[in-house]
T-cell receptor, first 116, second 113 residues
């Protein structure tokens, strides 16, 4: 979905390097999410943010940090990358669910990260 | 922390046949469900949703069935085409858990020509 963009799309780095993955959205959504996907596996939630001042850990937050710079921007950092962080990383956004509405998430195209 | 991942189950169907992809959800209080399609190298895309007050919803070539008694969701794809080859994820929405989606493990659909 072009409304959710991720940069870079591909990144190769070395163990110990600091890496930042960026996500921007033009959907005007309050909520943003970072997921990790390993080859052949499902989605694991790393961090999520319900608004600019709200940051929450997901199921696999160790080794990662995030920053919600604005409603439209949510970045994911690996302070000291390690090889087992090699994976696909997806950003997603959703509108705050109102009465009778669910948390429909819209995903970006993903960032393929390789840590050597 | 560590999490144990299970490799995706695979469903292989002949082109033109109907496909049925199943999902067992975890929370009986979940009130909204979504099916996503993820093609190779792309992000998951919304296919169809259903609310807990319904047991069936139809889209274009797709039907979602919800059985709340056994906490089961299925996605039926009619006349499966090669372009349907992808990984399919179900997701449930539970208002008590921050009112956000929880994703299932996914199923890989392979369409044989």
């Amino acid at each position: 979905d072009a409304d959710v963009t991720q940069t870079p799309r591909n990144r190769i780095t070395k163990t110990g390097k600091r890496i930042m993955l960026e996500c921007s959205q033009t959907k005007g959504h309050d909520r943003m999410y970072w997921y990790r996907q390993d080859p052949g596996l499902g989605l694991q939630l790393i961090y999520y943010s319900f608004d600019v001042k709200d940051i929450n850990k997901g199921e696999i937050s160790d080794g990662y940090s995030v920053s919600r710079q604005a409603q439209a921007k949510f970045s994911l950092s690996l302070e000291s990358a390690i090889p087992n962080q090699t994976a696909l990383y997806f950003c997603a956004t959703s509108d705050s669910p109102g009465l009778g509405k669910g948390d429909t998430q819209y995903f970006g195209p993903g960032t393929r990260l390789t840590v050597l | 922390g560590e999490s144990v991942g299970l490799h995706l189950p695979t469903l292989s169907v002949q082109e033109g046949d109907n496909s049925i992809i199943n999902c067992a959800y975890s929370n009986s209080a979940s009130d909204y469900f979504i099916w996503y399609k993820q093609e190779s190298g792309k992000g998951p895309q919304f296919i169809i949703d259903i609310r807990s007050n319904m047991d069936k919803r139809q889209g274009q070539r797709v039907t979602v069935l919800l059985n709340k008694t056994v906490k089961h969701l299925s996605l039926q794809i009619a006349a499966t085409q090669p372009g349907d080859s992808a990984v399919y994820f179900c997701a449930e929405n539970f208002r008590g858990a921050g009112n956000m989606l929880t994703f299932g493990g996914g199923t890989r659909l392979m369409v044989k020509p």
